[in-house]
Each structure stands twice: as structure tokens, then as C-alpha cells.
């Protein structure tokens, strides 16, 4: 399998001994492997020191990189026993029944042999971003280790665990599902001292039968829960009660609140949204905490209060904490705002463009709402499909048409068939212009842009509206630096 990245942030220090890796799994030692300072699992990353694990995975199978990954550095390669014969008789490897399952084994003596404090993050929206605000946080405090990228599933989470230093007094993982069964199995693994569920909405909800089994299968994430651990919930969000009580069933007695509503353990008592941050007052369990984000929207905000109720309970130092929530900043395709030149002057385009669903997608919309125009400027949304959305898709995507007015966007572009539902249903003089695929759009944008404009992009991964971005971004960047600052 090559995919993932490698890791370095070892710097050099043992992260697995031989032994410990071979005792874990059950391996058996051939050559002479060394200890490793890293775990990858894609050669093309791999930083020397790396153990490599050959995983096979759908569309590539790792043992065909266990050359490149030695000629790279790699310490050692584990691979399969049926595999054996494809490789030199002294080579340093570690031999295995299966290689994903001894990642996974050793992702267990990983967790075993640690004492940090561990947050487990799952959510229908802002799992990642909450994750990579946590691993800012906690960073201030003592040495934090989190999930790269959105390593969330069956590999991702055993991956993320088995890089987790001895060292480290902080560990932050994020747990994602597409199915009912995904969260339980990965849980139990990480088995965090406390687990977050960040909303709940109906993301992927053609794999349900309603909101109320999301609900259920975020939920899993208590099944892992370490004895005396706490679950962080949104009281704002209308599944609180089903996800309270499916705690409450599992004897977990430690159930901690953040939102705006009244009797919030965590609460929102003041907002500022500024065009590209945030700054928020609230009361964590009696502390008063103000704190500022590099990104901009309320729902920036609501994450950051679950942030500060799970630094809480791993005993960070708060004020610590709500300094260090400055340096977090809006990553690729999540809200980065680029600087475009174009005919009349200059533009701002909003790369949403990772990923959406209809609660990110009214949050998205009301960032732009927010976010200043020039001189004669617009507000344009650019939109792809929502996928997974199950046969209430094209319902969701009319839907959005009273976000679009309440936000008071001028002119909103459309592309694929589900977004010909929300095409239809705006009112022809914010119509843009509509397309079945995104590079079909990309010319009728980019020739209605004009200077003061600023425009949003956004759509699921399979909508390709990451791409359209790239497209606008290279034909109009400005001559400056295209990152806007908050």
C-alpha cells in the first residue's frame, strides 16, 4: 500500500526497539533489521529509520516498495510470510501472518506502554480541525502527538498509534466511520481518557437509515473509553440527548457540555468573527478563557470550546492553551483565503474545496457572508455536490438556496447533478451559471470574476471542486504573495 506519510518527528530517537516490534506481532526476524525512530507505510515518504510496513492494500500492494523503501533508509520492512520468497535472504525483515494486523498489534503495545493523556475525536463535522487545534494546545503545554493528515480509519487510526513516542504526555487521534461498526474496533484501540463527538449531522447518510443511527454510530466512540474517562458533547446540537443517554448506558458518569446554551459546562459567553479569525470569551468549568483562531466562522468557534473542555480534563494548563489557539490556521481546502488578479483589480477566493455536507456548507456560506468585498465587489459561491446524502440528496441541496439568501450572496455558480436541484431553486438574479462537472464551470467563473469580488469554492471531494481552485489560482495569481493573513 502506498499511501500516508512517512514520519520524522522522532528526530532520531528509538521509537520501537527490534525486540519490542517483534514481540508485539509475533514476528520472526530475518537479516539484521534495526531499531525504528519512525512508521511508514508508503515508500515514497519514508525518512530514513522508518519501518516499513508492506500493507496491501486495494489498489497497490506494499511489498512491491520494500526495495525502494530499503534503498531509502528504512530500518526494517515488515512483510508477508507468503510474500517471503520475493526477497533476499539477509534482508532486514520483520516476517508476519499479516501485515495490517501486525500494525495494528503493534499499535496496541504502542498505547500500552504509554502514559499520556489521550483525546479521541470523532464528529460529523470539524474532526480534523478539532484534532489539529488540540495538537497546537496540548503542544504548548508538554509534547503532543496527533494523527497526520485524516488518518481516521481501519489503517489510519493503528498507524497514527503505533508513532505514538514514549515520550509523549499527549495524544490526540481522530476516529471516522462511513458505516455503522467502523468507531467501535479503532476505539477500543486508542482507548482515550477522553472522547469527543463534535456534532452530529447527516454526513454520509445514505449509509443510515436516519440521523438517529449516525448518532448511534458516533456514539461507539464511548465503547473505548479508558474507566474514570469523560465524553465531551455539543448541548447545542438536537442529538445531544440520544448521545447523553447512550453514554449513560454504558455506566460513564463524567459527561461534559460545550455550546452557547445555558448550563453548558463549556460555554460561549462572547464571539467576535472577524473575516479571517475568530475570537471567543468562555467559561470552562469556572475558568474564564479568551482565546483567537486563525479561522474565521462560529462553527471555528464551537470546535475550539470542545478543544478547551478536553484540555481541561487532561489537566493542560489553560492559559497556555488559549495562547497557543493563535497559531492555528486554516488548512488546505478548509477556508485559506487566496489573493487572485483579475480583470478590474483584485479578488479573494475562499478554498473550502475539502470536502462538504449541508452543515459545513451553511457554515462555509456564512463565513463568506462575513468576509469584506471591494469597491462594487460581490459574494459568489461556487458550488459542487454534496455526495452520500442518501435519496433525500436533492431536498438537501434546494435547501440551501435560504442559507444563500439569509447570507446575501450575489451570484452562485453550480455544478453537478445534485446541484441542479439548488439551481432551480434560486431566484434568476443570482443565478451564475450551472454545469454538470466542475471544469465545465471553471471558464464561466473565472470570465464573471472581476475585481473587489470575493468568492467561495466548495463541494465534496468527488465534485473535483479542489481542482476548479487550482485552475482559478494559477490563471489569476496575483504577483504577490497569494496567502491572505489573518
Known amino acids: 500500500m502506498n499511501a500516508g506519510a512517512g514520519t520524522a518527528e522522532q528526530e532520531g530517537r528509538v521509537l520501537h526497539t527490534v525486540a519490542e516490534m517483534a514481540a508485539a506481532m509475533g514476528a520472526e526476524v530475518r537479516g539484521a533489521p534495526r531499531d525504528a525512530t519512525g512508521i511508514s507505510i508508503d515508500s515514497r515518504s519514508l525518512a530514513p529509520g522508518d519501518t516499513f510496513f508492506a500493507i496491501a492494500g486495494e489498489n497497490s500492494d506494499g511489498h512491491a516498495y520494500v526495495g525502494k523503501a530499503l534503498d531509502a533508509g528504512a530500518s526494517a520492512c515488515v512483510v508477508a510470510r507468503d510474500r517471503l520468497d520475493q526477497f533476499a535472504a539477509d534482508a532486514p525483515l520483520l516476517v508476519v501472518d499479516d501485515v495490517l494486523a501486525a500494525l495494528t498489534d503493534l499499535a496496541r503495545a504502542s498505547r500500552a506502554r504509554s502514559k499520556a493523556g489521550i483525546v479521541a475525536v470523532t464528529g460529523s463535522v470539524g474532526k480534523t480541525t478539532t484534532k489539529e487545534a488540540l495538537r497546537i494546545a496540548l503542544g504548548a503545554d508538554g509534547e503532543t502527538h496527533a494523527s497526520a493528515a485524516s488518518y481516521n480509519n481501519h489503517w489510519g487510526v493503528p498507524l497514527s498509534l503505533a508513532r505514538l513516542p514514549r515520550e509523549a504526555r499527549y495524544g490526540v487521534f481522530e476516529i471516522g466511520m462511513n458505516h455503522p461498526g467502523e468507531i ?50 455539543n448541548l447545542d446540537n438536537p442529538l445531544f440527548p440520544r448521545l447523553k443517554a447512550a453514554a449513560e448506558a454504558l455506566g ?19 464571539a467576535a468573527l472577524q473575516s479571517y479569525c475568530s475570537v471567543g470569551v468562555a467559561d470552562v468549568m469556572g475558568t ?46 478548509r477556508g485559506v483565503a487566496l489573493r487572485l488578479q483579475v480583470k478590474g483589480g483584485q479578488a479573494t477566493l475562499l478554498d473550502e474545496s475539502y470536502n462538504a455536507n449541508p452543515a459545513s456548507m451553511r457554515a462555509a456560506l456564512d463565513v463568506l457572508s462575513r468576509t469584506p468585498i471591494g469597491p462594487r465587489g460581490r459574494r459568489i459561491a461556487v458550488l459542487g455536490d454534496m455526495l452520500e446524502l442518501g435519496p433525500d440528496g436533492e431536498a438537501h441541496h434546494a435547501e440551501l438556496a435560504e442559507a444563500i439568501r439569509t447570507a446575501k450572496i450575489d451570484l452562485v455558480f453550480c455544478c453537478g447533478p445534485q446541484m441542479h436541484a439548488l439551481w432551480q431553486a434560486l431566484p434568476s438574479e443570482r443565478r451564475g451559471g450551472y454545469a454538470i462537472h466542475a471544469s465545465h ?3 464561466m467563473v473565472a470570465s464573471a470574476i472581476r475585481g473587489g469580488d470575493t468568492l467561495m469554492v466548495k463541494g465534496s471531494n468527488g465534485s473535483r471542486m479542489g481542482p476548479l481552485v487550482k485552475s482559478l489560482a494559477e490563471r489569476f495569481r496575483a504577483a504577490e504573495d497569494a496567502l491572505l493573513e489573518g
Request: glycine share 10%.
Open 252 to 270: 460513564i458518569d463524567r459527561i461534559v457540555t460545550f455550546g452557547e446554551t445555558a448550563g453548558a459546562d463549556v460555554r460561549l459567553k462572547e
Open 184 to 233: 467501535t474496533p479503532l476505539v477500543k484501540l486508542v482507548r482515550p481518557q477522553v472522547a469527543i463527538v463534535t456534532t452530529v449531522e447527516p454526513v454520509h447518510i445514505a449509509q443510515f437509515s436516519g440521523i438517529e443511527e449516525i448518532a448511534d454510530a458516533k456514539a461507539e466512540i464511548f465503547q473505548g473509553l479508558e474507566p474514570g474517562g469523560a465524553v465531551v458533547l
Open 441 to 443: 464551470l471553471e471558464p
Open 288 to 333: 474564564p478563557v479568551t482565546f483567537k483562531v486563525g479561522m474565521p466562522g462560529r462553527h471555528i468557534v464551537q470546535n475550539m470550546l470542545a478543544v478547551l473542555a478536553a484540555a481541561k480534563l487532561v489537566g493542560a494548563d489553560l492559559a497556555l492553551v488559549g495562547l497557543a489557539l493563535s497559531r492555528m490556521k486554516a488548512p488546505p481546502g
